[in-house]
């Protein structure tokens, strides 16, 4: 008798990702979803709790961006107001005298 080893099946990020969305939707139960795509329901576990989690992540950081601009956009404000702040003193005191 020879011992044959299982060979794991690999598959592809966007089969994946279509696996995991289906499942974070809910439309249907892992036992439907296992059966339709031929993926046991421990692997579509996996896969919606790592999509679920990088959904997480992307939007953390979409919310880290629109916050650094946001600081870029007020700092080039300030750097504006202190400008025209000092212009406004200068003609100022130049009505003055």
Same mark, same amino acid.
């Given at each position: 008798?020879s011992?044959t080893?299982?060979?794991r099946? #690999?598959?592809? /990020? =966007?089969? @994946?990702?279509?696996v995991?969305a +289906?499942?974070i939707s809910?439309?249907?139960? !892992?036992?439907?979803l296992?059966?339709?795509?031929g993926?046991h329901? #421990?692997?579509i /576990? =996996?896969? @919606?709790?790592a999509?679920?989690? +990088?959904?997480n992540?992307?939007?953390s950081? !979409?919310?880290?961006?629109?916050?650094?601009?946001?600081?870029?956009r007020?700092?080039?404000l300030?750097e504006?107001i202190?400008?025209?702040k000092?212009?406004?003193?200068?003609?100022?005191k130049?009505?003055k005298?």
């Amino acid at each position: 008798m020879s011992q044959t080893k299982g060979i794991r099946k #690999t598959y592809k /990020k =966007e089969f @994946k990702a279509k696996v995991a969305a +289906a499942a974070i939707s809910g439309e249907k139960n !892992l036992a439907e979803l296992a059966s339709q795509y031929g993926v046991h329901t #421990t692997q579509i /576990k =996996e896969w @919606k709790k790592a999509g679920s989690e +990088a959904l997480n992540e992307r939007f953390s950081l !979409l919310r880290g961006r629109k916050a650094k601009l946001q600081e870029r956009r007020e700092a080039a404000l300030y750097e504006q107001i202190g400008k025209l702040k000092m212009e406004l003193d200068f003609l100022s005191k130049g009505l003055k005298n």
